[in-house]
């Protein structure tokens, strides 16, 4: 028989299992949010621990080329701007190292030889000031810390691209390190450690490319307001279609160089409000064979700078990167090269049409320039050139300078003792080094850095 007791018994239990039932879940429902923030924080430091890697890849092959800087670097103000530059890198290396879960790995030389380089750098920079300039001694030792700086980033960049195809976390791999374990991780540290054996004991897009758009132009300044469809008309004429064919976007475009911005089919081109530039061009497509060479692509590019009625420009500069070369155009006057009138051309490799044009550097930096008489000569300047640095050829150039100002300079291609080649900028008026490039030439590519 039921009773009413029964029932409330029943009821009670049912009670009771439903809320159980709920708690449970509600449980389960934190559990997982839990772990998927877990998770969150977790791949947030993989993350972190990656980025740490490449910092400090980064950072030894920035510590590289300005030691390899001041090997052809024969000034004391020269040496001492790259004794700063040094001292900065030396310092993000070390914060990156920081980041990583290394506290009681071995890694005393790494550590000891980032140090070296600060204060390495410190000395540097104090001789400098008292004008004095580099001895041969210091030669030698700059020569073989950028050996060891440039051996410490191989093997860092090997490491980065070793940790992004494995399968364990870079927290389980150090964690493993710290237990004694073996890995190629284990390897990959000692054999960056093992490239400080020979330390010494210590008693660091073209030319001037990034130096862009951080001045208002005069160029546009005292240039005439035109109106949307005579921007529209340009534009066509840029990207080889009709003007109808370009659509107005809805993003304009302000800042130092307001402009009109138009759109067709993965094209974008701009045009400045201001005298009607065109500041850039990007025609989206796809590269998949390549079919031309990099001098055909410079070829192309020189073409289509004559067609749109640009004239006085000389390629210096170029770079291959998945199927397109992209050429740097300096502005030419009277002989002298303007690095800071820059226009770059990118060339699909495939069938050689162009598929981007930016003249903001150009557009930013040119003006009518009324170019002083040297004050020192050509052969003055080049007595101040490093030992270790042969002359091959030599220009006038007008190149930038950190605070925005212009310098008229030589630019003397030179040959090293090991075989680099090298770019000096000797201002023709102080005879101060100004700037030192290295020319980097590989397959499809010549840069600087």
């Not at 039932?21 to 791949?43: G, Q």
């Not at 930016?358 to 040297?374: Q, Y």
Request: net charge negative; hydrophobic share 35%; aromatic share 8%.
């Amino acid at each position: 028989m039921i009773t009413l007791k029964t029932i409330i018994s029943r009821r009670t239990l049912v009670r009771i299992i439903s809320f159980s039932v709920a708690v449970i879940a509600v449980l389960a429902a934190a559990d997982i949010v839990y772990m998927c923030r877990l998770s969150r924080a977790e791949r947030s430091i993989e993350y972190g621990y990656q980025e740490a890697v490449e910092e400090l890849a980064q950072s030894a092959d920035k510590i590289s080329a300005t030691l390899t800087k001041g090997l052809y670097a024969s000034s004391p103000q020269m040496m001492q701007k790259l004794s700063s530059e040094l001292m900065s890198e030396a310092t993000n290396a070390k914060n990156a190292l920081t980041k990583l879960p290394v506290a009681t790995s071995n890694l005393e030389k790494t550590e000891k030889f980032l140090s070296q380089i600060g204060n390495y750098a410190n000395s540097l920079s104090a001789t400098a000031a008292d004008g004095t300039t580099p001895s041969i001694e210091d030669y030698e030792t700059m020569s073989t810390l950028c050996d060891n700086a440039e051996t410490f980033a191989i093997e860092l960049w090997s490491l980065k691209s070793k940790l992004l195809t494995n399968d364990k976390t870079i927290t389980e791999l150090f964690s493993e390190l710290e237990d004694g374990g073996e890995s190629f991780l284990s390897d990959g540290l000692t054999t960056v450690e093992e490239g400080f054996e020979n330390t010494p004991k210590l008693i660091y897009d073209g030319p001037f490319s990034d130096h862009i758009l951080e001045k208002t132009s005069q160029m546009l300044e005292n240039a005439e307001e035109i109106s949307e469809e005579e921007a529209r008309e340009i534009a066509a004429k840029y990207c080889g279609l009709e003007s109808y064919q370009l659509k107005t976007s809805e993003y304009s475009e302000e800042g130092t160089m307001p402009s009109y911005r138009f759109t067709a089919n993965g094209i974008s081109c701009s045009v400045t409000k201001n005298g009607g530039y065109v500041s850039y061009m990007l025609r989206r497509q796809s590269v998949r064979s390549t079919n031309i060479t990099s001098e055909q692509a410079v070829s192309f590019a020189k073409s289509y700078l004559e067609s749109i009625g640009i004239e006085s420009m000389t390629e210096t500069y170029y770079e291959t990167y998945n199927g397109v070369c992209t050429i740097n155009f300096a502005y030419s006057e009277d002989g002298v090269t303007c690095y800071t009138d820059l226009i770059k051309v990118a060339v699909a490799l495939d069938d050689g049409e162009v598929i981007g044009y930016d003249a903001r550097g150009f557009l930013m930096n040119h003006v009518e320039r009324t170019l002083s008489d040297p004050t020192l000569s050509e052969n003055e300047c080049q007595s101040k050139l490093s030992p270790m640095l042969r002359v091959v050829s030599s220009q006038m150039a007008v190149i930038p300078s950190d605070s925005v100002e212009e310098k008229l300079c030589y630019e003397y291609k030179c040959q090293s003792t090991d075989g680099r080649t090298v770019l000096v900028y000797v201002n023709t008026e102080t005879g101060e080094e100004e700037d030192i490039l290295i020319l980097l030439e590989t397959e499809g590519s010549v840069l600087t850095v």
